[in-house]
C-alpha cells in the first residue's frame, strides 16, 4: 500500500504505475511497472493505491524490502482503462496468474453500476492464484482452475469459460493475464459474437512510450501496425489486436 497523493484520486480500473526501483545510486535504470490493484481514500493514510508485487528479480526484491515511510519515485496513472457499459449487464472477468489483480477493482466499479459479474480465476497451480477468497467478496460468483489440479477445477479458464457465458448469459468478458490466455478467451468470446476488452502483459520498459519495448501488433483499418501498449493500452478491445502476428 503507498500513500500517492494526485496518483490514486485519477487512477481507473486498468491504469498502472512506473517504478523507479535501486535508490540514488542503482544501476537499475529500467522502471518496474505494475497495475493498480485497488485505489481508494484510507481513513489513516489518505489517498493510496494497492499494488501486488510477485519477488520475480532484483528490483522487485528491493521494492518488497522497503520500510513504511520509505519514498518511492512513481509515475502514474498511466494506460488506458477499462470502458464501462453504460447500462447494466452480465459481465465475465477473467483473470490468470496475478494478472487477476486489476480485475477486482473493476468488478467493484461493474457492481455499482448494478451488473452482475462472475469471475473466472486461473493458474498452473494453487500457489500461483491471485486472491481467490477475495474473489468471492467482490463478485456474484467465481470459478478457480488450476492447471494441475490442485486448487478447483483441474483444466484451464477457458474449459470452463463457455458453460459460464451460456450459463449467466454473459454480455461482456474482460480479462488479463498471458498472452497465450488473452488469445484463447478471445476465440471463445470471438465465436459467440460477445464484446471482450482485454489487458495485455507486455514488458514495459518505462511506461510513458519512449523506450518501444511493449510493441503489439494491431490492426489499423487494412493495415497492421506495431503499437505501443502503454500509450494505447494496456486495455485494448481484443478485436483490434493482430493475434495470428503476436508470436512472430
Not at 73 to 81: E, N, V
Request: with cysteine; aromatic share 4%; net charge negative.
Amino acid at each position: 500500500m503507498i500513500h500517492a497523493e494526485g496518483i490514486a484520486e485519477c487512477s481507473k480500473p486498468g491504469n498502472f504505475v512506473a517504478i523507479s526501483v535501486g535508490g540514488e545510486e542503482s544501476s537499475m535504470l529500467l522502471h518496474r511497472v505494475f497495475a493498480i490493484y485497488r485505489s481508494r481514500q484510507d481513513p489513516s493514510h489518505g489517498p493510496v493505491i494497492e499494488l501486488i508485487v510477485a519477488r520475480s528479480g532484483k528490483g522487485t526484491e528491493w521494492l518488497v524490502a522497503q520500510s513504511e515511510g520509505a519514498l518511492l519515485k512513481i509515475t502514474g496513472p498511466l494506460g488506458t482503462s477499462f470502458p464501462l457499459p453504460a447500462d447494466p449487464v452480465n459481465v465475465a472477468i477473467v483473470g490468470g496468474g496475478y494478472g487477476a489483480a486489476p480485475l477486482f477493482d473493476l468488478a467493484d466499479h461493474l457492481k455499482a453500476r448494478g451488473c452482475r459479474v462472475d469471475a473466472v480465476i486461473g493458474a498452473a497451480t494453487g500457489t500461483q492464484l491471485f486472491a481467490p477468497l477475495e474473489g468471492k467478496r467482490t463478485v456474484n460468483s467465481v470459478t478457480v482452475t488450476t492447471d494441475d489440479g490442485s486448487a478447483g477445477v483441474q483444466g484451464r479458464v477457458t474449459d470452463v469459460l463457455p458453460e459460464l457465458i451460456a450459463r449467466q448469459k454473459i454480455d461482456l468478458v474482460y480479462s488479463c493475464g498471458p498472452m497465450a490466455m488473452l488469445h484463447a478467451v478471445d476465440q471463445i468470446a470471438r465465436s459467440l459474437s460477445i464484446p471482450h476488452q482485454v489487458s495485455v502483459e507486455e514488458a514495459m520498459a518505462c511506461g510513458i512510450g519512449i523506450c518501444m519495448t511493449c510493441v503489439l501488433p494491431m490492426r489499423r483499418g487494412d493495415d497492421i501496425k506495431m503499437v505501443r501498449t502503454c500509450i494505447e493500452g494496456p486495455v485494448i478491445d481484443s478485436e483490434e489486436i493482430a493475434w495470428d502476428q503476436v508470436a512472430k
